[in-house]
């Protein structure tokens, strides 16, 4: 039985698909380490100061050029790098979509005042529009169409993406981005060029309120922004790519629902 925990142990902690640095001049002392969240079984990552982002892309024989960089959530302190990273970038890879799973900097541990979230909001933004712009940079090496490269964020993560497709510039401006129980930014002034954008939200969710998709939505819909809401009456908060019974298990089929409509399954 000892044996079998240790190999259990040491699956849940194997080395991620290897990374590239967001910022490659960089030189700190990597701080990066996982752990296991204090109320279920899944892994996370923690002291993320290196940040990077980790290509999984699709068969080519099924890649249809679109990719998605992806924001796991975390409370702006860690990552649910698996269930809100790797396994939603392994499920788009059965669509032909390439996934870019990006570890930004969060809140490091010992530190969560005020100051110290607020640092960690605006550094993680940061990563994410430098992402957008590395992986939209190297779409030819990846066999990437430029033009169809967006943003998807979990809880803090759907808080960068959503703050992502607020300000851009043409190198980072995601084509579109995806939202899910994100918290809201606080600024919401989307311009009418901002990309179109999904949301998903549980109403039950006790740690990000429904009424934060709410509030992005009316704000891209102000800036008449196409602009797709599903507000699900169970499912609670970070469920990501796991399943329960609850209603929120469905998430995926209207995403991908979504993502067809806006020809993003389609091949190059």
Known sequence: MTHLILIAAASLFAADPPGLPIWPGDTAADRE???IGPNDTHRRIRNVNRPSITPLLADPAKATGAAIVILPGGGFRHLAIDKEGFDLARWLNTLGVAGFVVKYRVTPVGRDSPADRDEAKQSGVADTREAIRLVRARAREWNLDPKRIGVIGFSAGGYHAASAARKF???NRPDFAACIYPAA????????????????HADDDRLAAGANSVKIYLALKEAKVPTEMHIFAKGGHGFGMTKSGAPTDGWTDRFQEWMGGMGLLRRN
């Open 33 to 35: 380490e996982s752990f």
């Open 169 to 171: 510039t043409a190198e």
């Open 185 to 200: 930014p606080e600024q919401l002034d989307y311009p009418a060029d901002a990309p179109p954008v999904f949301l998903v």
